[in-house]
């Protein structure tokens, strides 16, 4: 009958943390969509695996999960240490920590679209802020 | 018995679109959090004020809401013109479209808790390729 969408949800973050992206298609639509943008299941899985290639530390530790219907909403708080570039920035060696508040549509247990707002200001803050000691 | 939160969530918003913040103490506790900051139910209503006053046709456009519990979610998009320094911005007269995504904790049916994330990367990115029309 009803999907617990919270625990499924908890067990694709685990996917994730865990590094077992073979595990990801039994999570992620063949067809998704992404911030609006039609992906393939592949191309989400390329993402995070580039994601995790570029910061070997990334956890996904979810601080408030808010589920109804079809629906996830995360807020997902980062504290890790880029070793290549990642979203854009330039990684200088220091950690950063950032927040991600993203909202995910579920079709029979697999997300069908993802819309995802990254803390990207305060990333870029931090970085200017380190590079900029004397502020 | 339960409070139809997704509904109260909308009346919260209809007072902001509509600029009744006389009725805003019906929705916000005399003291909650905001970004995990303690605040006053007039300091939340004090910056909403100095966001009205900033941007006169900002509106509170809900574009996802998920609701739990005593939790609300919601991903609000905004296209408005702001006409004096807003989120930190000097704006440049043309209008900017930005998406915030943010948790409420509700109690007894008024906000306890908002954690916010707005995309101020997207803002400044906007009035950055603005203000290099040749990039």
């Known amino acids: 009958m009803t999907v617990d969408l919270e625990a499924r949800y908890?067990?694709?973050?685990a996917v994730l943390n865990e590094r077992?992206?073979?595990?990801?298609?039994?999570?992620?639509?063949?067809?998704?969509?992404?911030?609006?943008?039609?992906i393939t299941g592949g191309g989400y899985r390329d993402m995070i695996a580039a994601d995790i290639a570029a910061v070997p530390d990334l956890v996904f530790d979810p601080h408030l999960v808010v589920v109804s219907g079809d629906r996830v909403?995360?807020?997902?708080?980062?504290r890790c240490t880029p070793r290549e570039e990642f979203l854009g920035f330039t990684p200088d060696g220091e950690q950063v920590s950032f927040a991600e508040h993203v909202f995910y549509r579920f079709?029979?247990?697999?997300?069908?679209?993802?819309?995802s707002l990254i803390d990207r200001w305060s990333i870029a803050t931090q970085l200017r802020d380190r590079a900029r000691p004397s502020r």
Request: one cysteine or more; a negative charge.
């Open 10 to 13: 908890h067990a694709y973050l």
């Open 73 to 78: 909403a995360c807020r997902l708080v980062f």
């Open 20 to 38: 077992r992206l073979d595990d990801l298609a039994q999570f992620v639509h063949e067809r998704l969509t992404y911030n609006d943008e039609e």
């Open 107 to 115: 079709d029979e247990g697999r997300i069908a679209a993802v819309t």
